[in-house]
């Protein structure tokens, strides 16, 4: 049965680019609902597939995304058993490297992937002794069709790097090991070598989605154009994403314009916009508008647009008096204008200043709660089974969380394969109906992980020695989350070891939320607080398209607030050699009538 919806859940833009016979390019401008045409547009075409040889496929930029947008697709009553959602990277992974690795010299004999301690325990050792000095966060690179790119733009260490690289890729080699950049570079490899592997996924998949099409890099998209230009017009695409969102250029992302992608994958794509904004109101967007690289019509046309909202910028305040500040518009906003403190986020460049920031926060502020970086009590490794493991260790069996846990049941099952444990006859709802009866009583939360996942493998049926790599991965996880626990309780977080604590990891958001620009993007808030809005901070000073970059982080700030917006270029920083930051150029140079934030009564 094709699905059908009601008048009132979609506008008129919405239905064009979800109803369109074809391909489709959407420019979704902030707050227009991209999330939810995306995920209408995914329910309609799972609903009209025709064979069960056919599959949707949907790549997301994040976990969280693809979570979310599956939930909301069970929500609707369409069957989601031949829709495929994941980031890029594991679907590399699933329909590429682990099907075809028989015709990879780096991979037919067998592979897995390194987990961020095992990329930053090599890098190390390998960075030891090197000059001029190399640290291993120098040496973060992302691979194009065409090799290997530095993140890092200073020329005087490339050499110095390459070099560390070169013995990195042959350690992992000798390993059999690829990273998180690999699984790209390889896939590439594999689809530019054997064409055969395009075909046959052409044939299988319908429609191709990508979200956020704007952060695709420049590989990813080659990899995709691959599939859908042996498709020959069988396989559709639907990308939707914001061209003046892309900031994540440093890591290669970019917003391919209509025009070259039609040529690369030989697609008739047809360019639709959404420009309703329904998360802020209409002053909100008036002052983000100024920000846009790319010239889009944007209306507010939500339940907000009236509200009379607050946005100020600050440039007096000294980097000495910026927590106070803070803690004054905190107030301000929760106390005076009866916004949530969930509701609430503040913003900053850089995740070091941030997770200072928030245990100062923790302290000046002790009745609210804060969610905030490097707050988790335990490892946060993505790529390490049993950070896996522990999703479900420390969330409640409910019906609101079914779909994600099962999801995540199924996750840890693949990671069990590729382990070498037998698995084969255990579904993704057994396995979570086994942890589900898993009874732990312990409130010290890193002795209560060590119990579960004892009782785990107890229940899956194996033992730690039966595969090295779940054994490495469980004396990393461990080691890394004593290493947590230690520097948060030195900082004086309070609380940090109970169950208590770490369940609420998992949890729907309670607190006041911190994070970089580059976190935040996605999210919505009534309240947003950014200091440290400084050139060279924002943009970073080696960035060399600062103007540029500067637009699209700004844009990316000032579209997340509802109601408020509270812009900090505070004075008294200093550079490395010395020199005063000032305001952010593209900041300073905007004409604004901004508000003045009464003190609290």
Known sequence: ??????????????????????????????????????????????????????????????????????????????DTERLWIGTIHSFCLDWILRPYAIYHDK??????????????????ALCQGRMPLIRPFHCNYFFTSLGCQLEASNPFRKAQILGVLKDYWAVLEAERMIDFEMILSCAYDLIASEPSISILLSSIFKFVMVDEFQDTKEIQYAILAAILRAGAGQTCAFLVGDPNQAIYGSLGGYAMTHRDF????????????LSSNYRSSSRIVEYFSNYHMLATKIGAVGEDRDYESLVSFDQETTHHAVDDEIIRLIRYNCEQLGIAAREVCIVGPRWMQLAALTRRLMGALPEYSFDGPGMAPFSRDQENIWFKVARLALTEPSPK???????????????????????????????????????????????????????????????LRDSPTLAEHHETFFARSETQIARLEEAGVQGVSAIATFRRVFASRTGITISTIHGVKGAEFDTVIAFAMLEGMVPHFSDP??????????YVVCSRPRKNLHLIA??????????????????????FGYDDVPEIA
């Open 1 to 78: 049965m094709v699905f059908v919806w009601n008048k009132k859940d979609l506008n008129d833009e919405q239905i064009d680019a979800i109803e369109h016979d074809g391909s489709v390019l959407l420019i979704a401008c902030p707050g227009s609902g991209k999330t939810r045409a995306l995920t209408y547009k995914i329910a309609l075409e799972l609903s009209r597939l025709e064979s069960d040889r056919q599959w949707v496929v949907a790549i997301t930029y994040t976990h969280r995304a693809a979570e979310e947008i599956e939930e909301r697709i069970e929500g609707l009553g369409v």
């Open 401 to 463: 969380l079914y779909v994600r846990r099962t999801r995540w049941a199924m996750e840890i099952l693949t990671e069990l394969h590729h382990a070498g444990i037998p698995v084969r006859g255990l579904s993704d709802r057994e396995l979570l109906r086994r942890c589900n009866g898993i009874q732990i009583n312990e409130d010290d939360g890193l002795e209560y992980l060590r119990l579960f996942f004892d009782e785990f493998c107890l229940a899956v049926g194996f033992e």
């Open 262 to 273: 039609t040529a690369l994958c030989g697609l008739k794509l047809a360019e639709k916009s």
């Open 570 to 591: 505070e004075t008294g920083r200093r550079d490395g050699r010395g020199y005063p930051y000032r305001a952010t150029d593209i900041l300073g140079a905007c004409i």
């Open 545 to 554: 398209d600062g103007e540029t970059s500067a637009r699209k982080l700004l």
């Open 107 to 124: 991979l037919k004999f067998g592979f897995r992937v390194a987990d961020q301690h095992e990329t930053e325990r090599h890098l190390e």
